[in-house]
């Protein structure tokens, strides 16, 4: 909970700013106290005045705005609040920050603060997945700053993709994770797999599947929160590494395997990758060409290695606690069953990815916890939450 904690919240210039106005309520809600600094874009979003009727506080909105510099300085503003958080985190404040720039009030009290920082990015998709905003934000990431999002969706410049500042709620669990931190799993060691695993059919062709990796790697951030050391190996995914975690990026089911054992020993693995049953038996060393007339050609597959099996033998290097999910089209939680049984593993998450349920780049889940003796249905979450519940159930099984 945020009861008596001291936020200092800093606007900036986007239209996600709007989103503040329901995060300051919220926070007000939960018992802390808010502080807010509008840049000067941000006045063109939302107002001093209603910012200010919401906190119930002065609001400052420039290097000026100080009523007695004595007493409140920069440097104040900031040693008595728990936490900075800058929503939106435009890309120009990013920059700025990875700079170490002070041209305003905002960036004077990054700059200055001694306090944690947890920065919500929001911005146009092109400009979240341009070169200099990933490496600004990989620059920041070193420094300990924290960030919660952005997440995908349609924005007001009519795309789709990421960029979309986190909800309100997202942003309060990332300040509760920051303020109040719990460490359950720390010094346990856990291995995740993710995305996709893509077999190649020649230097150009491949056999993949829909696998965005969101949950996936979700269960990795979420583990790394509560302590653990977390090696994440991932199939090809358009996704940011997940912060704090070791990540290991492989293409085909051989290579997961390799990585996945490579890695060992390990308290627990988590398999969330939507792996490959099949790969090809003798991919060709050039781009296969279709000539007129000719019937395409054949492709010989073969088995791939079963990874969550290979992990759940019995045996000196298997982790303590395995899991895996089990996505299915039809006859959900009987299938999952029987996988659970035929792999070995110890938990399995039964998930729906028929085309109806939208789970594949989708942004929810709805899983199934399917145990030896017992079946829990989950009710439908972001993929986050799915990830946190799944995150807090490992670690009261390894406790």
Known sequence: MLTGKKVFLIIAGGISAYKCLDLIRRLREQGASVRCCLTENAKEFVTPLSVAALSQGPVYTDQFSLKDESEMSHIELSRQSDILVVAPATADVMAKMAAGLADQLATTLLLATDKPVLIAPAMNLRMWLHAATQANLATLKSRGIHVVGPNDGAMACNE????????APEIMAAIDAVLNPRRPLSGR???????PTVEPIDPVRIIANRSSGKQGH???AALAALGARVTLVSGPTALPDPEGVDVVRIETAREMLAACQAALPAAAAVCAAAVADWG????AGQKMKKSPGAPPPAIELIP???ILATLAAPGAARPGLVVGFAAETENLIEHAREKRARKGCDWI???DVSAAAGTFGGETNRVHLITADACEPWPVLDKR???????????EALS
Do not use: Y
């Open 385 to 395: 939450a799915v990830a946190q519940r799944l995150a807090d159930r490992i670690a």
């Open 189 to 195: 060691h856990i291995v995740v797999t993710s995305g």
């Open 349 to 351: 998450l039964a998930n």
């Open 218 to 220: 979700a269960i990795a």
């Open 160 to 167: 789709f993709g990421p960029g979309r500042m986190a909800e």
């Open 280 to 283: 090809v038996k003798a991919p």
């Open 304 to 306: 791939n290695p079963d």
